[in-house]
């Protein structure tokens, strides 16, 4: 066993079982994962421990031997014999991170090549390892003050073992953690863009009966993200919101309003059994100004927020409530007055960059005002209608064209020779032209309809789980429902999907 | 005297109409007004237009000087003087007449105890009759000296000892009477709702209808529900004519009926419910400056209709019902007249809009549709709060109304109703997952670290209470 060919055959053997049925893969990787376990622990495998040239990518005189491993065949063999390498790295040189492992040397290039191609089937069996391996490319990243390099790669690992994303892992808190501070905020994109539905844990406690093995397909990545397969670390409620918050905060990043309120209302709305964390505080006071910036106005909270929950928001972020009570009046001389008395407060709070963006966006807010009683009007007259603009004409008419250059106005400036009155401004009507129009409406009815299905399927799947979830069961103890002499299983469970379906989707109308 | 009167001043921009001729609307309604109008209404209309209209006090106080002397009231007289004194110290009649006074209180006072006593030994021989007609007497007596408290009081006494409907009938307007005297427009309506649901006969019913639509009209125009009240009055019957002048007479009534129904009806309305009513039509035969002001108003042409209103502004104000209304009825008018003016146009010019609506503008400023002219200020007020849907054009002077592309409308509500049930069932399915994943917020997370999540087996009863609040 304990020569390389002996790996070379193996998985040799594993190959040949990969067409053949999904039960007799499944048995086989599991031999596999376990004969490898048993060599680790029994120091069979130390040959293969410091050769360097062992999985060696791209070195083209290497290329045709035969114990050259192919992540995306091999993904268990190459991953033990990574870890076995960093390992023995990690202890000769009494460091948590080897400089082997630090960006652009042996090692590093060596988890790059695995992390884009490993075969994600095979890494179900093995997510201890692979979460490791992920943990240690971030945090090698992070030392090397380089957590640029990590983003992309862990990004796309994470699609390639669940391209639906909709269940929460520990590594996407450490993807979002770490393009916060590499400030790579569109790289994070396409894993925030797919909606979280589910979290490891649920389905795991109740296993249905003669369900697929773990390297079926299956319709839900619950299935094999799973508390005990390590593919997450074990999560609290504290991960939750910092994952969402921290979402919400990329999307601010990127000025995208409406995501990042949706994110920061998620975490407004994580149930709670009394106390409220200063995380959802935090979100909180940061949706308010979000929602200054993207409509104008306070917003109402989404509906299911309790409402003492909601009170203790309002108590806590005071200031925020007055900044956009204020922000309402359409005075500029109070909001700057307002801003300036609680400048400690927005500072305190890191949000005194998105302060000043409310405060910009106020002129924006009360032109869109102006628009809607005026078709046109010279400058001079605009300055007196609204006190967010500069009395000087000449300074008024130069934020007005920076506004309208920055697309968030739309509007034209006319010069008229001889008319002594000033500079026009002229708001087109409304609607802009309907080719475009039509194709934007496309667009994101598109995007509208497939989250809509992505959701429909959650739907689906929360429903089973919690038609099956020993709350629910005790629920229908509880309120009788149960078919008292019935004891038949299937009939409840489907009584329960449909009483369920009605209950999530219910309220909403 | 250029403001002969102090209302011609509340929010009229208009000129004064030409009061000091004679021949003005006024002339007429001085005169002809205690003639048409019985009762103390007749006093208190004399008495308002005495305290309101600086021209016609000195005349309007002497009559009601005279007509309070005619009565019973001591009170009435005394208030009457008073303010006779005030405005014409000079007058005979504004020397107070103690002699009288006295006089009057200690017949009123006889005469109370004489009706309590007789109330009373009806009341020994237990005869219904008696004892309800002892109880009218005594209110009539009440109401008579001004004792609206006690006239109230001594009418609803009455309805215990009412034997036919008839007599519930008369109660009730005597009711009706007080208070609309009193001013409690509430107990007017309550009272009305009684009448309309007494047993009474049919044709009673109907002879009774006209006077109970006048009143009903009356309530619902001091409660501001033009509408109604203009439903109402178009439904009195002609039959009323001078039945009912303790209260109103049939020219209030198409004065009242027409100016509530310009504040809330468009064009057709108009022409088919009042034009063309042939009931109503007796009534604006009275007032015919009210028809060709609706006339005018369903041709379209706003500016004489304006013009009338604004000429008989200072006439309605010295209304005791129309007084509080005109300012609001009359912006209202106007309102919809504007409104109504911009029906057929995409765009128009502000300058032939200010020709209709503000002429004296035109004349009097040095840009009459500039940003700060109050007419453009009217508009702006106008769009903000959504009357109108249109857009001014201060470079061209012109009014441009909002084109709706009614497709892209349509989709763009569809597709934000869309995202945002999208964004709620999301909201709602994280919910649920975390609740099932035990992963909410929980007291001990304060102090420990996170929690690890399959510590579920461990959670609390209210885990389970939210759980099946959730799902039940």
Known sequence: MASISALVASSAKLQHFADQSSEEYDRQIRDLVTSLHRSLSSNALNFAANDPTLLDVGSASLWNRPENFDPATDAITYLFLLRLQIQT???????????????????????????????????????????????LVAQAAQAASKPFLATQLIKDAMLRLDPSCAVFTSTHLLLVRLCLHAKAYTCILPVLNKHICHFPGISERFPPKGAPVLCADHESSLAFITNNSGLSAPLGSRDLSRYFLYGGMVYLALKKWSEASHFLELVMAIPTTGPVSMIMVEAYKKWVLVGLLETGKLRPPPSMIAPNVYKVYQSIARPYINLANTFELRDLNRLNAEIDAARN????????????????????????????????????????????????????????????????????????????????????????????????????????????????????????????????????????????????????????????????????? | MPDAFAP????????????????????????????????????????????????LAVDALKSAVAEAKSGKDVGRYEKAVRALAEVAPGEQEAALDSAWVSDIQRSVRAQSERLEHELRGYKNNLIKESIRM?????????????????????????????????????MLFKMINVSAERGDWIGVQSNVHRLRNSQSKPEDLLKNQPKILAALGLSQMHANSFRDAAASFLAVDSSLSDTFSEIVTPNDIAVYGGLCALASMDRQELQKQVLDNPSFRHFLELEPHIRRAIAFFCNSKFRPCLDILENYRTDYLLDINLQRHVPVLYTQIRTKAIHQYLVPFSRVTLDSMAAIFAPDVIGGEARPTGLNSPFVQELIRLIKEGVLNTRIDLEKGLLVSNQTDLRIEVQTKTLDSLSSFNKEAHLRIVRAAVLHAGLEIRDSDAEQGPRQSHQGTRRGPSGYRRAGGLVG
């Open chain 2, 8 to 55: 011609a001043q509340m929010g009229s921009s208009a000129a004064p109409p030409n009061l000091s001729s004679g021949t003005g609307p006024l002339g007429e309604t001085l005169s002809p007004m205690p003639v048409k109008v019985d009762g103390r209404t007749r006093f208190n209309r004399l008495y308002l237009i005495g305290n309101t209209s600086t021209l």
């Open chain 1, 345 to 509: 407060v927005w500072s305190a709070d890191n949000n005194s960059g998105l302060v000043a963006q409310v405060l910009d966006s106020f002129t924006v807010h009360s032109l869109v005002g102006i628009k809607s009683v005026f078709a046109a009007l010279t400058v001079t007259e605009l300055s007196e209608q609204t006190s967010s603009l500069p009395r000087d004409t000449d300074l008024a008419e130069s934020v007005i064209a920076s506004l309208i250059m920055s697309g968030s106005v739309s509007a034209t400036l006319v010069h008229t020779p001889g008319h002594s009155e000033g500079t026009m401004l002229r708001f087109p009507s409304a609607h802009p032209s309907s080719q475009l129009h039509e194709l934007q409406v496309q667009g994101r009815l598109a995007r509208e309809s497939n989250t809509l299905e992505a959701l429909a399927a959650s739907v689906k799947k929360s429903n089973n789980d919690i038609g099956l979830g020993d709350e629910f069961i005790d629920h229908m103890h509880k309120s009788k429902a149960w078919n008292s002499s019935g004891t038949d299983y299937s009939v409840a469970e489907d009584e329960t999907r449909f009483d369920v379906d009605e209950d999530i989707m219910g309220d909403q109308i």
């Open chain 1, 89 to 135: 790295l990690q202890e000769t040189s009494q460091e948590k991170l080897p400089a082997d492992l630090l960006p652009s040397r042996v090692l590093w290039t060596k988890c790059v090549h695995y992390l884009k191609k490993f075969n994600p089937i095979q890494v179900r069996y093995v997510g201890h390892e692979w979460r490791q391996l992920i943990e």
């Open chain 2, 134 to 170: 002892g109880n009218e007497d005594l209110g009539n007596h009440y109401y008579e000296t001004g004792d609206l408290v006690a006239a109230a009081k001594a009418y609803s006494r009455m309805r215990d000892y009412c034997t036919t409907p008839n007599h519930i009938a008369s």
